[in-house]
């Protein structure tokens, strides 16, 4: 086993972490500055300069992977990329982490990511021209609308939006929240999952179908906020789907086939978010120390205070096991395949956030008041982590797969 990095992963790792050093690191009080002025929702001047940046320096689409678990439904669609593999792009998106929006530069964002995926994989030749293609260039975004506030959406197939036939159309109707990204009037497209034939076996009701978002009957509701962010200039939205009728063309891959794209969809998602959290958990561990260095109290700077040091070695501890973690479920999709790798993107959607919540809210002690006001991105890190302590599935959900994994393998022993 060589835990030694390869000139590719050093490569592409070392100019994800320059360019972040010269173009995004320096404009972040720029970032603040745009999102505070004017309307909330809309298009920062900023994210666009860099995108044409990222672009330039080949810095673009580096997380779609040469093999996407499966052979795509139009084989002759070239995406434009470098075709990273997960563990060469595990090692670029922890650096992206550090700064919540930096992914968006590099056209590395979710949920254009996973969408961009299902687009690949799933959608006809006429999708991808009409929708993969402006995703692929950084031209529009995309949303994914699965979450309903009304059932436990953590069990899918109690999602209950409506998708009827009738005639050459799709009528939708339901009602849709955390529908990440939506407040962004860039978002042209989303991606729905709701229920094509209720009376089908439970894990073949659900369909998946494209709705562009100035279609009739689709309405947003409300903004959500997280722990009182409104996270624009994108958001969180609550969405009404009230008769709205799409071509039939327009869905993804075939009825009751919504659970099959899911899987495809979320397993890359899920170690995307884990990637980025490490970063989130090195720059968090990084500011707690140049902050404890820095401070006295009581005659003694603070980081000399023993409990401090107790935090700080258990931080670098838990960063490092996660990182493994990560690094190995990332190699074990490169070689075997996402499913094969069903239970180390468990372990690693639980422990990421967890890891990076934990240092988050030292770092947070550390500063004091000024840790829970906008004075650091601490408080906002932390607000964002905890999230995803509940997407893309819950902590609850992902440790039911593993016990249930482990538990098979030693009754198959026993048999």
């Known amino acids: 086993m ?28 720029r970032y603040d500055r745009e999102v505070d002025a004017g309307e909330r929702w809309k298009e920062l001047p900023l994210i666009e300069e860099l ?14 992977p040469p093999s996407h678990g499966g052979t795509p439904v139009n084989p002759d669609f070239r995406f434009e990329g470098p075709s990273l593999t997960n563990l060469e792009y595990a090692l670029c998106a922890e650096e992206m982490g550090k700064i919540k929006w930096a992914p968006e530069v590099f056209n590395c964002s ?49 999602i209950e939006t409506s998708i009827t036939r009738d005639g050459g159309d799709y009528v939708i109707d339901g009602r849709k929240w955390w529908s990440s990204g939506m407040g962004d009037p860039r978002v042209k497209i989303t991606i729905v999952m709701g229920k094509t034939d209720p009376s089908a076996p439970a894990h073949q009701q659900q369909s998946m179908i494209l709705v562009p978002t100035g279609v009739s009957g689709l309405t947003i509701e409300k903004m959500l906020t997280v722990f009182g962010y409104d996270h624009a200039p994108e ?12 071509p039939a063309a327009n869905m993804l891959l075939g009825e009751g086939r919504g659970f099959e794209i899911a899987q495809g969809r979320l397993g890359p998602g899920r170690i995307h978010h884990a990637m980025r959290s490490i970063g989130v958990a090195e720059r968090a561990l990084e500011t707690m120390i140049r902050r404890l260095t820095s401070r006295t109290a009581f005659g003694k700077r603070i980081h000399e205070h023993s409990v401090w040091e107790e935090r700080i070695a258990q931080a ?19 070689r075997e395949g996402n499913r094969a790798a069903r239970t180390e993107i468990a372990m690693i959607k639980v422990a990421a956030p967890n890891t990076a919540l934990k240092i988050l809210d030292n770092a947070i002690q550390a500063f004091g008041g000024g840790g829970v006001s ?20 819950p902590d609850e959900v992902h440790r039911r797969t593993i016990a249930k994994l482990e538990f098979r393998k030693y009754r198959d022993q026993a048999e």
Request: hydrophobic share 45%; with cysteine.
């Open 374 to 393: 906008q004075v650091t991105h601490l408080a906002s890190a932390w607000a964002s982590q905890r999230t995803l302590r509940l997407a893309d599935g």
């Open 235 to 246: 958001g969180h939205a609550q969405v009404l789907l009230d008769k709205v009728r799409v």
């Open 2 to 29: 060589d835990f030694g990095l390869s000139d590719t992963q050093t490569h592409w790792r070392d100019r994800v972490k320059a360019f972040m050093a010269d173009h995004v690191f320096p404009n972040e009080a």
């Open 110 to 158: 979710a949920p254009d990511t996973g969408n961009m995926e299902v687009l690949l994989r799933y959608g006809s030749a006429e999708q991808q021209e009409a929708w993969l293609k402006p995703l692929m260039h950084g031209e529009i975004r995309s949303c994914f609308l699965m979450t309903e506030p009304a059932v436990a959406s953590s069990d899918a197939t109690n």
């Open 316 to 334: 670098r501890i838990d960063i490092e096991m996660t990182r493994l973690l990560c690094l190995k479920a990332a190699d074990l999709m490169d």
């Open 51 to 64: 995108k044409d940046k990222a672009k330039a320096a080949g810095l673009w689409n580096l997380f779609m």
